[in-house]
């Protein structure tokens, strides 16, 4: 039917060749037939089409995979008829180059409807598919759907493609979504919310939709759930799942091992998966999946028989498209190498969908571009996820058609909420000031060899400047020292140390603010190396210490800076350190998002997030949701880009202006070295005047000018100038520090105590008759009892202020500096100012008492009252059902042996206790 792909070298050489804005917008006298011949036939034979000119004697039946040039129509002769096995499937209309072709598809439609002895019948339209083409930009139209919308290609179909796309019943597979709910007992109720939004955006003709889902709230079970019915419907058959690490890829592949079928299947035994080439290490153990790897024939010759998963990173399939040279510039020091991955020729046509995990991945947008263009050369679905969307996140996939937002996910308890600790470091807010003589540190950044020194003047660095122009040992001790109070309170409240994660502000080499930390945490914590472990990507088997922070008790302090900002699953985790800045919301809700998973192992019920900063991080996001859009930072231009537009009179004066601004830069950070490297081009390197001269220079001395702008060597020198040796300051001043609880307002928000505890009151004065339990507090206490505890602890974690008990007795610590108020002082206080707070323990002791004034009791019922004190501390209430169900009574004998000591009188007794708690006061 259809010949397979086959493009010749020189074909792969010019599909890749990338046309900038100046080849569209400075080729005016290209003509539409050099355009053709140029571009168009060559994109048309890359993608498997053989040009032959229109010859009238020969029938359609005799050609096969072939684009007839100027075919006729009755409406006119189309450029292009694309024919296979006898019959014409598309048109396509060329224009030269700087046309736009999107303005010109309407042409093409024209010349659908005059297609003579066509079997074909769309509703007027003769054919089913329609292109046009400027040899660059490339629109295409599916005809056979009146309500269908155009949209942009990287280059023409393959003939199997287009057979493929026409031999496929949209319809029928979205009757398949209405005719299966889905029903799959693993999911949660939002995760089939997900999926039918999915659905319905798809049954609806929608090629791009986002999924903007809260970190820890399952996306990827999510996904592989849909990705499942996407291929039991029939709609997709090839589908790529994107990440942008390599660890992300292996929790992809385990994701699609351990998902199980509503038949008890596992995915993997339904369709196949494969993913690029894994080291073992990035597998937990216990996984037993071994990943499949890709074959290259799947992606460079795609069949209507194959059906299949390919996990993978962006930047591998981005080197495979466009050449590693090509790829991403700069990785950090924790991304993934993909230098092995070769160059395919990979066909628009190789997925039918594709998923990008995490897409809000680009921040500036240079990369950002990057990740697009890789997207834009695919004719497929595109389903964005993140739980943190970006302006150019909603820009690309235009809608996002489910969202599950973090303050929902925390009432629907499936995630937990946080508290905010707010650290106080004169340090990192007003900056060190040293003074004359004043003996510091000094570190050679090269060699890492410390001395004394006393200054000579008196030097000034501002809080910016902490940690990466000097440091302050006594600020971050004191800090730590801080944060471990709260984890021994901690650990002494819960009986388990908090897993913690410390953000540091860099790991440079000899000067790390990491190792640093690293090195205080474990003097002050005192439990040896194992307890205390750095984690960036310059420490042996990074992934390994990931996992047994994950899963082992130690480390329980982990210090780190960017590598587990994102992607890494720590249910445990329950503190968050950030002693580095953050300026991106979308960082730092991703960084948040390590603590909100729930851990029912540990039974955890919140988290801390420690600001460092006084609370200006707090204060810095405090009005920015979790779906609040943030652009991407401006990526810098490039020198010769910048140059490039000079030269090209491009805007000439804001480009003058712009390289002044950054050679001004290069004169002030270079060192003396840089001078005599730049002699060889400006006059005694002095970079300052050429600066200050460039503007009047371009005007009177164009041509020289540029010759030395556009010499690739200087070019080069002006990113790669020698800068001086850095230098870095330990000073040994002390730092005042100190901490407090911050009270969290629901949506992000801080509330002051004040403003937190007279809210409370005023819901506490307004719903006694709401709410039964305040209504028994303050007016019917002898109906005092577990139920109504329940329901007022219940009632008031629903409220829209979040009157958690903890939240409650951390503000009345903060006002009244009353510790572990007890919930009926509160409720009662807020009632009338003149009750007094007391602690459960102080309630109870006074309950006792009443209780005990002027009576005696036998030793055995002594025993027994003791039990009854110790359960009430902690519950404030009792009923018969305890008796039974506890061990601290269930020990004694439980409900039967009680009672007989209390003379059949127990129950009547317990009554009175809960009364007594109810009323208590001292």
């Given at each position: 039917?259809?010949?397979?792909?086959?493009?010749?070298?020189?074909?792969?050489?010019?599909?890749?060749?990338?046309?900038?804005?100046?080849?569209?917008?400075?080729?005016?006298?290209?003509?539409?037939?050099?355009?053709?011949?140029?571009?168009?036939?060559?994109?048309?034979?890359?993608?498997?089409?053989?040009?032959?000119?229109?010859?009238?004697?020969?029938?359609?039946?005799?050609?096969?995979?072939?684009?007839?040039?100027?075919?006729?129509?009755?409406?006119?002769?189309?450029?292009?008829?694309?024919?296979?096995?006898?019959?014409?499937?598309?048109?396509?209309?060329?224009?030269?180059?700087?046309?736009?072709?999107?303005?010109?598809?309407?042409?093409?439609?024209?010349?659908?409807?005059?297609?003579?002895?066509?079997?074909?019948?769309?509703e007027g339209s003769q054919v089913p598919f329609i292109y046009s083409t400027n040899g660059v930009i490339f629109w295409f139209q599916d005809l056979r759907?009146?309500?269908?919308?155009?949209?942009?290609?990287?280059?023409?179909?393959?003939?199997?493609?287009?057979?493929?796309?026409?031999?496929?019943?949209?319809?029928?597979?979205?009757?398949?979504?209405?005719?299966?709910?889905?029903?799959?007992?693993?999911?949660?109720?939002?995760?089939?919310e997900a999926n039918d939004a999915t659905e319905t955006a798809i049954s609806d003709g929608k090629r791009r939709m986002l999924l903007a889902m809260a970190t820890g709230t399952g996306k990827t079970y999510t996904i592989v759930s849909q990705i499942h019915r996407l291929m039991k419907s029939g709609f997709a058959k090839r589908i790529l799942f994107l990440v942008d690490r390599r660890a992300l890829a292996a929790q992809a592949v385990n994701a699609f091992a351990t998902f199980e079928t509503e038949r008890g299947l596992k995915f993997k035994e339904t369709f196949e998966v494969y993913s690029q080439a894994f080291q073992k290490g990035y597998f937990d153990e216990g996984d037993t999946?071994?990943?499949?790897?890709?074959?290259?024939?799947?992606?460079?010759?795609?069949?209507?028989?194959?059906?299949?998963?390919?996990?993978?990173?962006?930047?591998?399939?981005?080197?495979?498209?466009?050449?590693?040279?090509?790829?991403?510039?700069?990785?950090?020091?924790?991304?993934?190498?993909?230098?092995?991955?070769?160059?395919?020729?990979?066909?628009?046509?190789?997925?039918?969908?594709?998923?990008?995990?995490?897409?809000?991945?680009?921040?500036?947008?240079?990369?950002?571009s990057k990740w697009l263009e890789v997207l834009d050369h695919f004719d497929a679905v595109k389903i964005g996820l993140t739980a943190t969307p970006a302006t150019h996140t909603t820009a690309y996939f235009k809608e996002i058609v489910f969202r599950y937002e973090y303050e929902r996910a925390v009432r629907e308890g499936w995630l937990v909420d946080w508290d905010a600790v707010r650290i106080k470091s004169d340090v990192r807010i007003n900056g060190v000031f040293l003074k004359e003589g004043e003996t510091v540190g000094l570190i050679d950044t090269e060699t890492g060899l410390k001395s004394l020194d006393a200054l000579e003047d008196e030097r000034e660095f501002n809080s910016s400047e902490i940690e990466q122009k000097i440091t302050s040992p006594d600020s971050n001790k004191k800090i730590v020292e801080e944060i471990a109070k709260y984890a021994l309170s901690h650990e002494e409240k819960y009986k388990r140390f908090p897993k913690t994660l410390i953000f540091a502000a860099n790991d440079l080499q000899h000067t790390s603010h990491c190792d640093a930390l690293v090195n205080i945490c474990r003097d002050v914590f005192g439990r040896g190396d194992v307890f205390v472990q750095k984690i960036t990507g310059s420490v042996d088997r990074p992934l390994q210490r990931i996992r047994e922070f994950r899963n082992r008790p130690n480390p329980g302090v982990v210090v780190t800076r960017d590598m587990l900002t994102t992607g890494v699953d720590i249910p445990a985790l329950e503190f968050i350190v950030f002693l580095r800045p953050v300026k991106s919301r979308i960082l730092w809700e991703q960084m948040l998002g390590r603590g909100t998973r729930r851990c029912e192992e540990i039974n955890k019920t919140h988290f801390t997030v420690f600001d460092c900063f006084d609370g200006g991080l707090f204060n810095y996001f405090k009005n920015a949701t979790v779906f609040d859009p943030e652009p991407p930072a401006k990526s810098t231009r490039t020198y010769a880009e910048i140059i490039e537009d000079i030269y090209q009179n491009r805007d000439r004066k804001y480009n003058v202006k712009s390289l002044v601004k950054r050679l001004q830069?290069?004169?002030?950070?270079?060192?003396?070295?840089?001078?005599?490297?730049?002699?060889?081009?400006?006059?005694?390197?002095?970079?300052?005047?050429?600066?200050?001269?460039?503007?009047?220079?371009?005007?009177?001395?164009?041509?020289?000018?540029?010759?030395?702008?556009?010499?690739?060597?200087?070019?080069?020198?002006?990113?790669?100038?020698?800068?001086?040796?850095?230098?870095?300051?330990?000073?040994?001043?002390?730092?005042?520090?100190?901490?407090?609880?911050?009270?969290?307002?629901?949506?992000?928000?801080?509330?002051?105590?004040?403003?937190?505890?007279?809210?409370?009151?005023?819901?506490?004065?307004?719903?006694?008759?709401?709410?039964?339990?305040?209504?028994?507090?303050l007016q019917r206490p002898a109906?005092?009892?577990?139920?109504?505890?329940?329901?007022?602890?219940?009632?008031?974690?629903?409220?829209?202020?979040?009157?958690?008990?903890?939240?409650?007795?951390?503000?009345?610590?903060?006002?009244?500096?009353?510790?572990?108020?007890?919930?009926?002082?509160?409720?009662?206080?807020?009632?009338?100012?003149?009750?007094?707070?007391?602690?459960?323990?102080?309630?109870?002791?006074?309950?006792?008492?009443?209780?005990?004034?002027?009576?005696?009791?036998?030793?055995?019922?002594m025993k027994w009252l003791e039990r009854i004190r110790m359960h009430l501390i902690e519950n404030l209430s009792i009923d018969k059902a305890d008796f039974d169900s506890l061990p601290i009574f269930q020990r004694g004998g439980g409900w039967v042996t009680a009672d007989r000591v209390f003379d059949s009188n127990l129950e009547s007794f317990l009554h009175e206790v809960n009364t007594a708690v109810a009323t208590a006061a001292t």
């Open positions: 039917m259809f010949r397979k792909y086959q493009a010749t070298t020189e074909d792969r050489k010019e599909l890749n060749e990338s046309v900038s804005y100046y080849d569209i917008t400075h080729m005016p006298h290209e003509t539409e037939q050099e355009t053709r011949k140029k571009r168009v036939d060559r994109k048309l034979k890359a993608a498997g089409w053989e040009i032959t000119k229109y010859d009238k004697l020969k029938p359609l039946s005799s050609y096969r995979s072939n684009a007839i040039e100027e075919y006729p129509t009755l409406t006119g002769p189309v450029d292009y008829a694309l024919v296979d096995n006898g019959q014409i499937i598309a048109l396509v209309e060329a224009k030269r180059l700087g046309i736009p072709p999107q303005s010109v598809l309407g042409q093409s439609q024209r010349y659908s409807m005059g297609v003579a002895s066509s079997p074909y019948d769309f759907k009146s309500d269908s919308r155009s949209r942009t290609l990287s280059g023409f179909h393959t003939p199997g493609a287009l057979r493929e796309m026409f031999e496929r019943d949209s319809y029928t597979c979205y009757n398949w979504f209405k005719d299966n709910p889905n029903t799959h007992q693993g999911l949660r109720p939002y995760q089939i999946f071994d990943p499949q790897t890709m074959p290259n024939k799947y992606l460079t010759d795609p069949g209507t028989g194959h059906a299949f998963v390919y996990v993978c990173t962006i930047q591998r399939m981005r080197a495979n498209l466009f050449g590693w040279q090509n790829s991403f510039e700069s990785p950090d020091q924790d991304s993934d190498d993909e230098s092995d991955a070769i160059r395919l020729d990979i066909p628009i046509h190789a997925f039918d969908v594709i998923i990008a995990d995490e897409c809000h991945r680009g921040y500036t947008t240079r990369e950002t830069r290069i004169d002030k950070g270079m060192s003396g070295d840089a001078r005599d490297e730049f002699a060889r081009f400006i006059p005694d390197g002095d970079m300052r005047s050429f600066a200050q001269d460039l503007p009047e220079r371009i005007e009177d001395d164009f041509v020289n000018v540029m010759k030395i702008l556009r010499n690739p060597e200087f070019q080069n020198l002006l990113v790669d100038y020698p800068r001086p040796k850095r230098g870095f300051i330990v000073t040994y001043g002390p730092d005042k520090v100190s901490s407090s609880w911050t009270l969290r307002r629901p949506g992000g928000d801080f509330w002051k105590p004040e403003d937190y505890l007279v809210a409370f009151s005023k819901y506490v004065k307004e719903n006694p008759e709401q709410v039964e339990a305040i209504e028994i507090l109906d005092w009892n577990t139920e109504a505890l329940s329901e007022l602890r219940r009632e008031l974690a629903a409220t829209p202020e979040y009157f958690s008990e903890e939240t409650l007795q951390k503000a009345h610590k903060m006002e009244y500096n009353k510790e572990l108020a007890d919930i009926i002082s509160m409720i009662k206080h807020a009632a009338n100012e003149n009750e007094l707070l007391l602690n459960a323990e102080e309630r109870v002791n006074g309950a006792f008492e009443i209780l005990t004034a002027g009576k005696t009791f036998t030793e055995d019922q």
